[in-house]
């Protein structure tokens, strides 16, 4: 059992003895479908390299036996929030697999008419979907509807929590770049990388997947930005998580850096100094002069050009944003074929 | 002249202090005499045909008094109607219950006070209720507390909101303490949470969900005791302040200052709050949501503490019924609230009896003598001869799993489906009339 393994498994049994309850009934998760991508809480190590092999071995297939992987099957992706990237690469991932894929947005459905989800994820399971990829503005959302309708739930994004899918697009990218085995991983793979992720935080569920798994692979993840938006508490989403303040200090020791935008939809009237937060924490070409030559640069998207980075170090030779949303397409293959329990 | 014998049972009253074997007779719905086993027998005019319950290897205890629940009726009857929850408090050992003003339309008037107390709502055990301290709760105008009292008001709440002005509440802490009722309060303060749906800390980090700092109870609990020391000192007038639900360490700690310096400040503790921390939220569990949110362990253990050194005056439950289908939706959009009739007895037993060593005398106090004090009942929370004849039987050995099922609530939230309890509620009586018993 690892660490983490145990450390899950002891806060469990804390729970299940206060309430006298087993522990799956107080996290909840008796109910959730196999082939289910809710967190990367829920992998282990092994399930992050079976991912990833399926990932390469689908990326090596010919397109035509590529296309047969998925053929008549139903795929719903329900969309609450706007997305570009994320839908664009499931919904191509899922027909490059050869499934027939339909997409909900709450604009323009029963949704605006006050549909509730677990009613939405029915309707969409009666209607064939054998698995529904859902981003939605609120955190746990994923989770009640793999609950309600028993079907493989991918996560593309719930509120401020997780993106998993985000952070396996990462991982395989940062592996491409470092020249090591993009097929597998172990809990020593990314020793000796450190990642900080800097920006907004506390909105980012891009930072909360990063930072939960990446450490589970060996990585150093040192998180940076002002308190307003990285609170103490977020050194409680993984153990040997840090915590610095200062970008430049961070930058120095950092092998990979990965910006994050502001997320304005989600202040909550919370009145940031953008000037201030420009000058303590954009990544421009000073900050890249002053670092490593070999620092690689990443951003889930949007970026804000001029904000968190500038257009020059987002277009330059160190930048791995394009890469980021290439990968994108590679991996959702895998997580796809996964839910719906096809090994290919 | 109807009558009842409790024979063989262990008495357990806190009012009286007594602590031992002793059988009870109730006559016309009062208790006529407590005698130690065989003592009933003298008694004069005692009829051989009245009808008796065997109380051997149960404690026999003052009917359980619950000063916090919601019965969501008028406006809300898909949720629980008086008949229902007042079932629920029947089989938890409850005999008294306070309703909580946030119906629809809020409890703000006679006539709304008189409707919710009319006989035809079919309450089960004793309803009370507290009205809104201000009109539709909007925390700006009181509402008339002399005519509500005179209507039976055993106090006032915005209770789901706090009372937020400064003046307000001081308005209402001297309108009451003038009728010698107290101003109960739900300490938040909401500027603090906005959007949040669970406690602050690094449970709600890694969920992404908002949190509700320990500072909103905090800081509402010291401005009224503040107000508190102010009327005192100004006006010559003792006004009482009932603080809901407290949570937090930093609440209680106000608290105990202040009780040590003499305002007149109570609280209750509800059993989730002493029970469950954040943890228990799990994977979501809108079950596991309400407010004031599951606390850190540290608070839950201030709590226990604060029980167990009489910080705490009494336990409430805060009973609160949703729909499974208001439940059954994103967890920042569930509505707050567990219910928590039938489990309080058993929770209470054993975290603070078995866990805790804290004396059954002391736990009954908290559900029974204690709450009746808060809101100033003299003839209930006491087996002393010439009270109602409200009791609860119960087998306090008894360890049984609760299940949601078995529910008299019409709804089934809460997070203690399947949890172990201890003590077992056997009867409860009700002004001498049998309102729960199940078949053994």
């Not at chain 1, 469990?12 to 009934?25: D, F, R, S, W």
């Not at chain 2, 005179?150 to 001297?174: I, N, Y």
């Not at chain 2, 167990?308 to 729909?323: K, N, R």
């Not at chain 2, 060593?357 to 009954?364: C, D, E, I, K, T």
Request: overall charge negative.
């Amino acid at each position: 059992m690892t660490e983490r393994a145990k450390r899950a498994a002891t806060r469990e049994a804390g729970v299940g003895q206060l309430c006298g309850l087993p522990p799956e009934i107080v996290r909840n998760t008796s109910l959730v479908a196999a082939g289910s991508l809710l967190s990367v809480e829920h992998l282990s190590v092994a399930d992050v390299a079976g991912i990833l092999a399926m990932t390469a071995r689908l990326e090596r297939m010919d397109a035509a036996a590529r296309a047969r992987i998925l053929l008549g099957r139903t795929i719903a992706l329900l969309f609450y929030e706007s997305s570009t990237r994320t839908r664009t690469s499931f919904e191509l991932a899922a027909k490059s697999l050869g499934a027939t894929t339909t997409l909900v947005s709450d604009k323009s459905s029963s949704i605006e008419k006050g549909e509730s989800l677990k009613d939405t994820g029915l309707t969409l399971r009666a209607l064939g979907a054998e698995a529904i990829v859902l981003r939605h503005p609120s955190s746990g959302s994923a989770s009640l509807l793999a609950r309600v309708t028993g079907l493989p739930v991918l996560n593309a994004g719930d509120g401020m929590h997780q993106h998993p899918s985000q952070a396996l697009l990462d991982l395989r990218t940062i592996l491409l770049r470092l020249g090591r085995d993009v097929r597998t991983v172990d809990d020593n793979t990314l020793h000796g990388v450190t990642l900080v992720i800097t920006g907004d935080i506390l909105h980012s569920r891009v930072a909360r997947s990063n930072a939960m798994l990446l450490p589970r692979l060996g990585a150093r993840v040192v998180l940076c930005g002002p308190p307003e938006l990285l609170p103490e508490s977020s050194l409680g989403m993984a153990e040997g998580i840090e915590i610095e303040r200062d970008f430049d200090r961070a930058l120095a020791c950092a092998n990979v850096v990965m910006m994050l935008r502001i997320q304005k939809e989600r202040l909550a009237g919370f009145d940031l100094d953008l000037a201030e937060f420009i000058a303590r924490y954009q990544l421009n070409q000073e900050r890249m002069a002053a670092s490593s030559p070999k620092l690689l640069v990443m951003h889930p998207g949007p970026i804000i050009r001029g904000l968190e980075i500038t257009g020059a170090v987002a277009d330059g030779p160190q930048s791995l944003i394009e890469e980021q949303v290439s990968q994108g397409l590679a991996v959702r293959r895998a997580v796809l074929a996964r839910a719906l329990g096809v090994i290919a | 002249m109807s009558e009842m014998l409790i024979l063989n049972g262990y008495l357990v009253d806190p009012g009286s202090g007594i602590d031992g074997l002793r059988d009870v007779l109730i006559q016309d719905g009062r208790i006529a005499a407590v005698e130690i086993p065989g003592g009933l027998a003298s008694i004069a005019g005692l009829h051989a045909t009245s009808s008796k319950i065997d109380a051997a290897g149960c404690v026999v205890a003052p009917g359980l008094i619950d000063i916090h629940v919601h019965l969501r009726e008028p406006g809300q009857t898909h949720k629980e109607t008086i008949a229902t929850g007042t079932a629920a408090a029947a089989a938890g050992g409850f005999t008294t219950v306070v309703a909580m003003p946030n119906t629809t339309p809020v409890n703000d008037s006679v006539a709304g006070l008189q409707w919710m107390l009319a006989a035809e709502r079919g309450p089960v055990v004793n309803l009370l209720a507290m009205p809104a301290a201000t009109v539709g709760s909007l925390g700006c105008d009181l509402s008339d507390f002399a005519a509500l009292v005179r209507a039976g008001a055993v106090g006032f709440t915005d209770d789901g909101k706090p009372v937020l002005e400064d003046e307000v509440m001081r308005a209402a802490l001297l309108a009451a303490a003038r009728l010698g009722v107290p101003v109960s309060q739900h300490a938040e303060d909401t500027r603090l949470t906005g959007g949040c749906s669970m406690n602050a800390g690094r449970v709600a980090f890694r969920l992404g969900l908002r949190g509700m700092p320990v500072e909103a109870e905090a800081r509402i609990v010291e401005r009224d005791l503040h107000l508190l020391r102010e009327i005192e000192q100004a006006e010559r007038l003792r006004p009482h302040l009932h603080v809901q639900h407290v949570s937090t360490a930093r609440a209680l700690d106000a608290i105990r200052r202040a009780k040590a310096e003499g305002l007149h400040v109570t609280c209750e503790a509800a059993p989730h709050h002493f029970t469950l921390t954040e943890d228990a939220v799990g994977e979501y569990d809108t079950n596991a949501k309400m407010n004031p949110p599951l606390r850190a362990e540290a608070d839950r253990r201030a709590v226990i503490e604060a029980l167990l050194d009489g910080t705490v005056d009494c336990i409430a439950t805060d009973h609160a019924p949703h729909a499974s289908h208001e439940k059954e939706v994103e967890f920042e959009r569930a509505p707050n609230g567990i219910t928590g009739l039938e489990t309080a007895l058993g929770l209470a037993m054993r975290v603070l009896h078995r866990e805790h060593g804290m004396q059954l005398l002391r736990v009954l106090a908290l559900m029974s003598a204690q709450p009746a004090a808060v809101i100033g009942l003299k003839e209930q929370g006491t087996l002393r001869v010439g009270s109602f004849a409200d009791v609860v039987i119960f087998d306090a050995a008894e360890d049984w799993k609760f299940a949601v099922k078995d529910s008299r609530s019409k709804s089934k939230n809460l997070p203690f489906d399947g949890a172990a309890l201890l003590g077992r509620v056997r009867a409860t009586i009700c002004e001498g009339r049998v309102v729960y018993r199940p078949i053994p």
